[in-house]
């Protein structure tokens, strides 16, 4: 339909963008930017009651997370309303539109007498006939209406699909759908068609579950005189228990993994193998690489499966992979949620301190509690593992010594807190291990860090002895 490769990402804001809308906007980002095409930004606000702007702007910072850049928008069908007017009143004109004055209350009286005789329940409307001049006569009277396509007696409505190859709807399995209410306000299936045609889409990839939507908008785009674009119908995202995804699996919503401290390098990762992949063995990819490689003939037509296990080891992945300057600035904000400032710290020691814990997190949400210990002095105390190191016989004496050998230590760093160390347990003949963890409790709260000299180094020598001295006082027996 045209030279140029260009697709269309078109949620509704009537609420946070989900996991499927994610995927289907990468798709259409891959798949223009992998062709030199553009990427279009539409959102479909014709629901005026359910539209809201925090729900706009919750699907632009989304795609601004994911680095999904638009070229062209972000248009808003509620100001377009002009053109989808035009185009109704030309389909009525020509006769494939007609009014339908029909009650919800005796549709649904039609639908629920279909049911019980056992018959198709789609529409056939009796106003479908209705000469015009009749027509207008009951609009007049201010009777309320909508505006139905006639769907052609017989045949069917077809198309080569990118992905699931020819598919077919018969039109006597389908409604004489709704396109505007009596005001010339547009129902998603007529905006939709009219600005793909007017943006000039040429391809148009969705979600599989509007394919029965697509044999409409094909009826009306073929009705306007319109290009019909390629259509490419994504397959459903499932959970790893093969149900569809739902909050019972985790996280459904984009920003939701943003604020539990997911990367957005390991979340397009994740979402571009839910559907998709390159052969049976890759599963890192680069936003490069993605770009390089796709192409909707690896879209496969089956379920597509979205891995929470695996997004965590790839999130953990591309943690390790940040340069530590990346990492602070990327985690700065939940520290500020934990009540922690970064600011105005040593640069380089910040950058050792990350560097302890790096190989060690899964998420940026992580590290403020991997690291509190070292940016506060409100020592948190795990009381199991007080009560396993700290509350023995004979702990106060230790720790005692373990204070006075760290304090006797003028070269306050990892090697020379080794060797003083290693002096005293092997003059005393004492195991390190029976040192080591009482002194992890005592400095970190907990019986799980780095390195216990490197955290002692961290810490610096001046808390290291005060907080000796409050684990002994609180905890110990004397």
Not at 113 to 126: F, G, H, N
Not at 281 to 306: D, P, Y
Not at 362 to 381: G, I, V
Request: charged letters at 30%; proline letters at 3%; glycine letters at 8%.
């Amino acid at each position: 339909m045209c030279d140029e490769v260009r697709v269309r990402f078109a949620p509704s804001p009537t609420g946070d963008l989900h996991l499927g809308n994610a995927r289907t906007a990468l798709f259409n980002y891959l798949f223009a930017r992998h062709h030199g095409g553009k990427f279009i930004l539409r959102i479909e606000d014709t629901d005026t009651e359910r539209s809201t702007d925090e729900a706009t702007q919750g699907i632009l910072d989304a795609l601004g997370w994911l680095g999904l850049e638009w070229d062209e928008g972000p248009f808003f069908q509620s100001e377009r309303g002009d053109l989808y007017r035009t185009a109704i009143e030309r389909l009525h004109n020509e006769g494939h539109v007609y009014r339908c004055f029909c009650s919800p209350e005796e549709l649904e009286q039609m639908r629920n007498a279909a049911r019980e005789a056992k018959q198709a329940t789609y529409y056939q409307s009796e106003y479908q006939e209705l000469p015009r001049d009749k027509s207008d006569a009951l609009a007049e009277e201010g009777r309320k209406f909508v505006y139905r396509f006639r769907v052609p007696k017989g045949g069917a409505t077809e198309w080569d699909d990118a992905i699931r190859g020819k598919v077919v709807f018969q039109h006597d399995t389908l409604d004489d759908f709704a396109l505007a209410r009596s005001d010339g306000s547009p129902i998603f299936l007529l905006s939709n068609a009219v600005d793909d045609a007017d943006m000039r889409v040429s391809h148009v990839i969705r979600g599989e579950d509007h394919l029965t939507n697509t044999a409409k908008q094909i009826m009306i785009l073929r009705a306007l005189g319109h290009p019909v674009p390629q259509f490419a119908h994504l397959p459903m995202i499932f959970g790893m228990d093969n149900k569809k995804l739902s909050k019972r699996h985790g996280a459904t919503f984009t920003l939701q993994f943003r604020d539990d401290g997911y990367l957005a390098e390991a979340m397009l990762n994740q979402l571009a193998l839910v559907g998709w992949s390159l052969d049976d063995k890759t599963v890192l990819f680069s936003h490069e690489e993605l770009t390089q490689h796709f192409s909707l003939e690896r879209v496969n037509k089956a379920k597509g499966i979205f891995d929470y296990e695996r997004l965590l080891w790839l999130n953990g992945h591309y943690i390790r992979e940040l340069p530590l300057e990346e990492l602070i600035r990327r985690s700065e904000p939940f520290f500020q949620f934990a009540g922690i400032e970064l600011a105005g710290r040593d640069p380089e020691w910040l950058r050792g301190l990350f560097g302890l814990v790096q190989e060690r997190v899964r998420t940026l949400k992580e590290l403020p509690e991997k690291l509190s210990y070292f940016l506060t002095d409100a020592l948190e105390y795990e009381e199991k593992s007080v009560n396993k190191f700290l509350k023995k016989e004979g702990v106060a004496a230790l720790l005692r010594k373990t204070g006075e050998v760290a304090g006797a230590v003028e070269a306050f760093t990892i090697e020379g807190l080794e060797e003083a160390f290693r002096q005293w347990v092997e003059a005393e003949a004492i195991k390190f291990g029976q040192i080591a963890q009482p002194l992890r409790v005592a400095l970190t709260g907990s019986d799980a860090s780095p390195g216990i000299f490197e955290v002692m180094v961290y810490l610096g020598k001046e808390r290291c002895l005060r907080r000796i001295d409050a684990a002994i006082e609180r905890f110990c027996l004397v």
